[in-house]
Structures are given as C-alpha cells and as structure tokens.
C-alpha cells in the first residue's frame, strides 16, 4: 500500500507511542486527518506546551510547570510521611486515594531483566530528605512485582542507617498489578494496611 509520504509519518509517529499498534496508528492518523483543522492543532499544541513546560519538581520529581510542585507546596500536607513512587502516574493515583503526605518519584524505571542496573538510579535526593531528620515513615508505594520487591529491599538497605520507618503497600494490590491502574479503594486500603519491612 503506498501513502503519501506525511501520512505514512503520522503513523509512523503514533506507532511509537505506548499500547499503539499499526492498526491503531493508521485509524488514529484518518481521524485526525478528517478532525477540524483547529481541533487538530489544538492537540500538536498541547503537545509542544506541555512538552516544553511540564518538569520534574527539583524537590519530589512529580511533574510540574511551577517549582516546587503544588505538592510540596502545601503546607497542611503532613511532611513526616514520605511516599517513594516509581511514576508520576503512581502519584496521581496514591492522591487519588485520599493519601496527604510528601512524595518522592523515583522517575526511572527498574526493569530486573532490563538494561538498567539498581546502581543507575540515583537516591541521593531521597537520602538527603530523610537525612534531615523531619522524615518518620518511608512508604515504599512499588508496584507489587519482582522489580518492586527487589527495588524496595534495595532502598530498604539504603535508608536503614536512618531511624526511619519502612513501610511497603500490600493489602489487596493483586501482585503482578501496577498501582497506576489500580482502582483507588484498594490503594487507600494498601496505604492504611501497610506492612513494615
Ligand atoms: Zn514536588
């Protein structure tokens, strides 16, 4: 089948996204191409925007255009709590679930099997958090797999010189599950049944 050559661009471009096969793509491409002109650049916009202004906070590493984040900003958030997350989607769902104490987002992600190795992730921001003293409890919100596990033993192992309490979700997370598509009931009752590890 020949396409003209931006069409077969487009596809191209929307092949490479998450869950997009080139089925998907092609059907993606033929409805932006007969969307109204606006709409369409509306989209390639909101991509360019957030793409230049949306940043990893310097402080928690949660995605924002101001920083600190909104989060960090809010001073009735209980500072003694810290939430180590792996995404930022994971933080938007563990809000989702009513949780009000700080986070850290690891922002990297740790794959046993993969490339990249434990000492490729840099914890030195979260040592530096918890090394202030203010930190009670560590909540290790991982998704509740082999890489969560061995990531959580890894900075279980990092943060033990510190007299720090070291959570981990559990109750109800199904194992193999992802906490960014789990639904925010169980996570509220991960986060109050968390176990000590
Ligand atoms: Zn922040």
Same mark, same amino acid.
């Given at each position: 089948m020949r396409l003209t050559r931006s069409l077969e661009n487009l596809i191209e471009q929307l092949q490479k %996204? &998450? !869950?997009?096969g080139p089925k998907t793509a092609q059907r993606l491409a033929l409805h932006l191409l007969k969307t109204p002109e606006p709409q369409a650049r509306a989209l390639a916009e909101a991509i360019i925007q957030a793409r230049t202004t949306v940043r990893p906070c310097s402080q928690c590493g949660y995605l924002t255009e101001s920083d600190p984040c909104v989060i960090c900003r809010? +001073?009735? $958030?209980? !500072? !003694?709590l810290l939430c180590v997350a792996e995404e930022a989607s994971d933080v938007m769902a563990i809000e989702r679930s009513g949780y009000r104490g700080q986070y850290y987002v690891i922002n990297k992600e740790f794959k %046993?099997?993969?490339? $990249?190795? +434990?000492?490729? +992730?840099?914890?030195s921001a979260l040592l530096s958090k918890i090394s202030g003293g203010g930190v009670r409890e560590l909540i290790l919100? +991982?998704? &509740?797999d082999i890489d969560g596990e061995v990531l959580a033993r890894y900075i279980a192992g990092l943060t033990a010189p510190f007299p720090v309490r070291i959570t981990r979700l559990a109750h109800g997370l199904p194992v193999g599950g992802d906490i960014e598509y789990t639904d925010e009931i169980t996570l509220r009752k991960a986060i109050e049944g968390r176990k000590e590890i």
């Open positions: %996204l &998450p !869950t997009i809010d +001073l009735t $958030r209980d !500072t !003694t %046993l099997m993969g490339d $990249r190795s +434990l000492e490729d +992730l840099d914890f919100a +991982l998704n &509740p």
